[in-house]
């Protein structure tokens, strides 16, 4: 099989009092799209950054490409590439410049160097604005720059973190086509992201975490299939009474519901006609609703399961 | 791969305009005030005008011999010393509190007595001459008995005598003016420590998230950090020139010491301006904006104790607590320059300049190892 590319056991780190990660495990495959998803402050960016030797950590072993990584390693530096979650890049040097100049800590050949940044540049669409300085792109196309400035040397492994934050619906299905492209061409993805729609749509791998630990591993549908909920039903109604909600408490298959904000929400755990059948008892009872519709688990069901609160919640 | 560093690093610190503000533009602001400000004096020394007196002449002897004396003493390029109002004791008094006159001379017995109410380069001109009339007035009156046309020829060798008493300490410029200038120079090359402060704010990957973008490249880390700092020490070479090219060309003062010995004492102070910068910006737990007001705070400071503000400054702090003469970086650039324009040899020069290599060595120790650091317990 695929060999692994990263494996981290039982890492420990802690900054200060707080216990970052707590016993945290990890292997990354090659040829994976590898997604961390978590809420704020869950540890996907400390567990990068250990991983990349920028971090002291307290306890446990890290290894890419089957080696230590040092401060000077540069041989393995030389297969990575690195989009932190912070945009880094120099405000007085151009967008061509500051990924020419990223690229050079990688690149010495110049020709080939300057193939790479054009193709970087394109990659990101930001031809039309080679010759802006950063202070001059928006959010969305400065995300792009960060990008481009990490991933110009073409690295076998690339490290992305939350690289698609503050940018538009439009930019960022290009970014995510971007990577499942890179990512066809042979490199070997990490993606953290608190939006799970995306690491669902990319990912081949992923870890849920929450609060430094890492709560399930596995494809989304892997992920899906370990929790009980098959479907949510979601029902806009006012002033629902005590009584009907007792009556939808005996459908088959209900493990648990909801009402709050004039939101109806049913869990189920199998059967086929739940909607039908919860839209029956209401018509029954002369019940009167707005919108109504049926999910299919998410990953944030998947979360909500296995810690109790949302994913979605904690966005910001 | 070091030259693309280079330009790189280049570029982009000579577009920061705030650095470049103060590097190079405060710089040449300040030093067209000191112009302004000193103008005057300073082209008294070069350009000589007569010095306007009031004498007095209340002496029942003959006094014609003096009268001569003060109205041919004549300076090499022929102005006459002294612009001579003959006058009453009591107008002349007037004159002088009115500042119409820098002195007043009362002959007296066949003695001049002079009255001053400042010191200054007039007074001491004045006072100067005095002196030698006295003490040459004998000849003087009695060759002017005997033969009058042969007195021009002795008073030839009494101004002589002053013109060389101007000129005798050194063969540089020993306008006191100049130690502002060199404070100035100082300054400016020590601004290069606001440099030296963005470079490791940027080379830390816990500071900045350039500083982590560069600890993760493929490149060692010491070729890095040495095109990051002959980057800058390249801009500070461009402005130090552009600067000195200003002082000696556009506002032509005479600093005394050469372009190019200018230039590299310049230099060498900002090796060590970037250290120190090297250093603040190395500084844990301190946020962007306190790391750079204790630079430029350090700057000025540093340049303020070298007589930035005040041309005494050093000599006040020879004579309270010499050590610091010999440690502020600023003290050290402008005595180098200092010790160039006075001393003929270059003893005095060689000392400094060993001084400042020891001490910029000593920095540069002391920033790699607060800045080499790759591994962080925060980011
Ligand atoms: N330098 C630091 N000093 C102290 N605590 C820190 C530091 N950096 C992170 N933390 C804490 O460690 C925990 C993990 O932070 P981390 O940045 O890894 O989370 P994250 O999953 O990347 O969150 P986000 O989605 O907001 O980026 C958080 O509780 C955070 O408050
Ligand atoms: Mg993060």
Redesign the interface.
Known sequence: MNESIITVENLVKR?KDLIALDHFNLEVKEGEIFGLLGPNGSGKSTTI?CI?????YDKGDIQVFGQKMK??S??L??N?G?I?Q?????K??TVY?NV???C???I?D?ALRKQYVNEAIDFVSLNDFRKFYPKKLSGGLLRRLNIA??IAHKPSLIFMDEPTVAVDPQSRNSILEGIQRLNKEGATIVYTSHYMEEVEQICTKIAIMDKGKNLAIGTADQLKAMIQNTETVHIETLNLSKEVENKLSGLSHLYKQSYNDRILKLYFNGGDNNLLSTLKILEDNHVRFGRVYSELPTLNDVFLEITGTELRDKEA | ?FL??FK?RF???V??KSMIFWILVFPIILGTCFYLAFGKINEKSENFTSIPVAVVMETKEDGTAFQDFMSNLKTKEDTPFFKVTYTTRKKGEKLLKDKKVDGLILYKDGTPHLTITESGYNATIIKTVLERYIQSAEVVISAYKKNPAKVPGILETLSEGVEIKENKLTSGNPDNILEYFYALIAMASLFSSLTGRTLAW?AK?NK???G??????????LT?LLADFCASLFVHAISSALLVTYLLFVLKINLGVSFLATLAISLSGAVIGLCVGLIIGSIPGLSEGTQIGLNVGFTLFSSFLSGLMMGDMKRFIEASCPLINHINPATLISNALYSLNIYDNYDRFLINIFTMLGLSVFLIITSYFMTRR??????
Do not use: W
């Open positions: 900054y950054n990349l030797g920028l971090l002291k401060p000077d540069y041989d530096k030389a990575i690195v932190m912070n945009v880094a890049v120099f007085e040097l410049e020419d100049y990223f050079g800590l990688y010495k110049k400035c990490g | 791969m693309h560093l790189y570029l982009s610190f577009r920061e940027q990957a900045s998230a350039v982590m973008r560069k600890t993760c490249g493929a490149t060692h880390r890095v790759e591994t962080y317990d925060s980011l």
